[in-house]
């Protein structure tokens, strides 16, 4: 009998060693793994005709309501580019915060792949309001400016804030009346929900986003994220830009039963959850330490920190992290789904341990 577990594969890498750059560094969550193993075996249809793909609906329709339809991509920039696609004609522009990832970490995929004209806001902490809206939300028939005909909002923020249920309704309500469309950037939604102990629908589908981006590759996928549309009166032809936009997988239940596995349970809870806490244990941690700044709100699994760069640069010898803002000497430490107490305390008594040589 052929033995499964074989492989000429060999690990190249030490598994002990933890960094704070990006939660895409983590591993595979081990209930992800258990369930794409789960998938194997067999033939199934390809290209999203498969069984794990048909009942990913019932799931995605329990987290965001009855009308939902979801459409696993590849990875965030194609669910972000599908997604804004299928809001705009040709002659439309996205308004969205000047830090928001289709932006800023993109490479301009939305502009080069998506023909998307991007009109962006400074913003004081991630997050857009009708006011902020306002400043680009004008033009509407002047067929010399690209038409404002759709919002891109992030939950949460790529500063690592929080938009309340009450900021994204005043947002929604806004950009509707305006004749714009929603999109929420979702990469970290789950993070969203652990922290504000909402469900993810309460602050998506019931206050009228159009269409979501919902990330899972940053809480414990393997790889996959999904264009979950919310308002299928009003955003269409998805199966027909994913394909085109290159992010229609052959073999698909891989991607869609990791989905599963998120979602049919509390994992998604628990590990943005998690994330979450290591992030606050982070902040407490690194406030006691004299001349280390936190300097955004610790509201998910992100802390934001000023400290002298010379400390950060032999830090980062140490630990993996990046520098959100070169001119200022800002930092981002993200925390993930396994992320431990002794890796932060460890990180910490690093961070102490450098200021002490400053």
Same mark, same amino acid.
């Given at each position: 009998?052929?033995?499964?577990?074989?492989?000429?594969?060999?690990?190249?890498?030490?598994?002990?060693?933890?960094?704070?750059?990006?939660?895409?560094?983590?591993?595979?969550?081990?209930?992800?793994?258990?369930?794409?193993?789960?998938?194997?075996?067999?033939?199934?249809?390809?290209?999203?005709?498969?069984?794990?793909?048909?009942?990913?609906?019932?799931?995605?329709?329990?987290?965001?309501? *009855?009308?939902?339809?979801?459409?696993?991509? &590849?990875?965030?920039?194609?669910?972000?580019?599908?997604?804004?696609?299928?809001?705009?004609?040709?002659?439309?522009?996205?308004?969205?915060?000047?830090?928001?990832?289709?932006?800023?970490?993109?490479?301009?995929?939305?502009?080069?792949?998506?023909?998307?004209?991007?009109?962006?806001?400074?913003?004081? *902490?991630?997050?857009?309001?009708?006011?902020?809206?306002?400043?680009?939300?004008?033009?509407?028939?002047?067929?010399?400016?690209?038409?404002?005909?759709?919002?891109?909002?992030?939950?949460?923020?790529?500063?690592?804030?929080?938009?309340?249920? *009450?900021?994204?309704?005043?947002?929604?309500?806004?950009?509707?009346?305006?004749?714009?469309?929603?999109?929420?950037?979702?990469?970290?939604?789950?993070?969203?929900?652990?922290?504000?102990?909402?469900?993810?629908?309460?602050?998506?589908?019931?206050?009228?986003?159009?269409?979501?981006?919902?990330?899972?590759?940053?809480?414990?996928?393997?790889?996959?994220?999904?264009?979950?549309?919310?308002?299928?009166?009003?955003?269409?032809?998805?199966?027909?830009?994913?394909?085109?936009?290159?992010?229609?997988?052959?073999?698909?239940?891989?991607?869609?039963?990791? &989905?599963?596995?998120?979602?049919?349970?509390?994992?998604?809870?628990?590990?943005?959850?998690?994330?979450?806490?290591?992030?606050?244990?982070?902040?407490?941690?690194?406030?006691?330490?004299?001349?280390?700044?936190?300097?955004?709100?610790?509201?998910?699994?992100?802390? &934001?920190?000023?400290?002298?760069?010379?400390?950060?640069?032999?830090?980062?010898?140490?630990?993996?992290?990046?520098?959100?803002?070169?001119?200022?000497?800002?930092?981002?430490?993200?925390?993930?789904?396994?992320?431990?107490?002794?890796?932060?305390?460890?990180?910490?008594?690093?961070?102490?341990?450098?200021?002490?040589?400053?």
């Amino acid at each position: 009998m052929t033995d499964l577990t074989r492989t000429d594969a060999v690990r190249r890498h030490d598994p002990a060693v933890r960094g704070f750059a990006s939660d895409n560094y983590a591993g595979v969550h081990p209930e992800v793994l258990a369930a794409i193993t789960l998938a194997n075996g067999g033939h199934q249809i390809s290209y999203g005709e498969d069984d794990y793909t048909a009942h990913l609906q019932d799931v995605f329709r329990r987290h965001f309501g *009855d009308k939902a339809e979801a459409y696993p991509v &590849f990875n965030g920039t194609g669910a972000n580019v599908v997604a804004l696609q299928a809001l705009l004609p040709r002659w439309g522009a996205v308004v969205c915060a000047d830090t928001a990832h289709i932006h800023v970490d993109e490479g301009g995929a939305p502009e080069k792949m998506g023909g998307i004209k991007l009109h962006t806001v400074s913003t004081p *902490d991630g997050k857009l309001t009708p006011e902020l809206l306002d400043r680009q939300a004008f033009g509407f028939g002047d067929e010399h400016r690209a038409q404002p005909l759709a919002v891109s909002i992030t939950q949460s923020t790529e500063l690592g804030t929080l938009y309340t249920i *009450d900021e994204i309704r005043a947002v929604v309500d806004h950009a509707h009346q305006l004749g714009m469309l929603v999109h929420m950037d979702g990469s970290r939604l789950a993070n969203a929900a652990a922290s504000l102990g909402q469900p993810m629908r309460a602050f998506t589908t019931d206050l009228g986003v159009d269409v979501l981006s919902f990330g899972g590759t940053k809480n414990g996928l393997l790889l996959g994220e999904v264009v979950v549309v919310l308002n299928p009166e009003r955003v269409r032809n998805i199966k027909y830009l994913r394909k085109t936009s290159m992010q229609l997988a052959s073999k698909m239940r891989f991607v869609s039963v990791q &989905f599963e596995a998120l979602l049919a349970g509390d994992l998604y809870l628990r590990n943005a959850g998690h994330a979450n806490a290591m992030a606050s244990r982070l902040e407490a941690a690194v406030r006691k330490i004299d001349g280390v700044e936190v300097v955004r709100p610790v509201q998910a699994n992100a802390v &934001f920190a000023i400290l002298p760069r010379e400390v950060s640069e032999r830090l980062q010898k140490r630990y993996r992290f990046y520098f959100w803002n070169e001119h200022t000497g800002e930092v981002r430490w993200m925390c993930s789904y396994d992320t431990t107490e002794a890796d932060i305390d460890a990180f910490a008594a690093a961070i102490a341990e450098e200021m002490g040589r400053a």
